[in-house]
């Protein structure tokens, strides 16, 4: 197999509001060791100085969209798409850094296993940083696979076409269900050393009406659950448990506390305690609105 022609690989990212991020991304894959790639960029507005952070790299390699009007990320990803001429789409994220042989290796699996996706290893910040709660993204980690986060994952062009792209009814989670119908027509291997590092961004206090829309998770996992028959369950029916006892009991926030007070570290961290209830309460809200609509049986 011949991956030494540049349009065989396209590089994927969805960029909105990146300005602090998107430069070290951007480094970090013009340092690959594998270097005959385009790298497509797609981004949603509102408009920061993302696109002349880009422009100072001049490199012909790099192609930059920006959307006309808000399509959000799943739709972000399709435009990617559209605009990619390579046999193999490797994507990330605007605030990732990719490892030096990330490319590389994730070209080594798809000759070498056969495959037609390859997810690789994705830590936060560093291999040894320890987690806080006041860390935005600290669920991104993915050290063992099964997560499919588009922020390390590449497949072949051809087979996403084959399944229709990402299905724009998902704002959120659109990643797993594309593997999940991917995982259809061929093979998804876990690559240890595709590795990429999502670079530190912290955790704010939001005002109560923001919360609702920020917790997107809910809807896409009842989704997920109706088409695939994926379980986001611990127990029966039961979407996260511990999250329903906080919920319906309030007490039980102590109880959580005892699970997760080893990311407690600083000032920043505990200021969030209020919100894990907030968040809990809203949570399942979204979730038993959603089961209604859908006519999905989850608790």
Not at 104 to 128: A, D, H, N, P, W
Not at 226 to 244: A, C, E, F, H, T
Request: with cysteine; hydrophobic share 35%; proline share 4%.
């Amino acid at each position: 197999m011949n991956f030494h022609l540049r349009e065989n690989v396209s590089v994927a990212i969805c960029a909105k509001s990146a300005g602090k991020y998107i430069g070290n991304c951007i480094k970090s894959l013009l340092d690959q060791t594998f270097n005959d790639f385009e790298i497509i960029i797609v981004e949603d507005p509102p408009f920061d100085r993302t696109e002349t952070l880009i422009r100072n790299f001049a490199d012909k390699r790099i192609k930059h969209q920006r959307n006309k009007n808000h399509l959000g990320l799943t739709r972000s990803r399709n435009e990617c798409l559209k605009l990619a001429k390579g046999d193999f789409i490797f994507f990330t994220d605007a605030d990732c850094v990719v490892s030096k042989r990330w490319v590389e290796k994730g070209l080594c699996s798809f000759r070498e296993e056969g495959c037609i996706g390859v997810e690789g290893r994705t830590c936060y910040v560093s291999e040894k940083y320890n987690l806080r709660y006041s860390d935005a993204h600290s669920y991104v980690e993915n050290k063992s696979g099964g997560q499919f986060m588009t922020c390390n994952m590449a497949y072949k062009k051809s087979a996403i076409e084959s399944i229709g792209g990402f299905d724009e009814k998902y704002v959120n989670a659109e990643d797993r269900d594309l593997a999940l119908r991917a995982m259809k027509v061929g093979k998804i291997r876990f690559n240890p050393e595709m590795v990429v590092y999502h670079q530190k961004t912290t955790r704010k206090p939001l005002p109560l009406r923001q919360i609702g829309k920020n917790l997107k998770y809910s809807h896409p996992r009842v989704l997920l659950y109706k088409q695939s028959g994926d379980k986001p369950l611990s127990l029966w029916r039961i979407v996260n448990p511990l999250n329903l006892a906080t919920a319906l009991f309030p007490p039980i926030l102590l109880t959580t506390l005892l699970f997760k007070f080893r990311l407690f570290k600083s000032k920043e961290d505990f200021n969030l305690l209020p919100y894990l209830y907030i968040d809990a309460v809203f949570e399942r809200l979204q979730i038993w609105r959603t089961c209604a609509i859908e006519r999905v049986f989850l608790i």
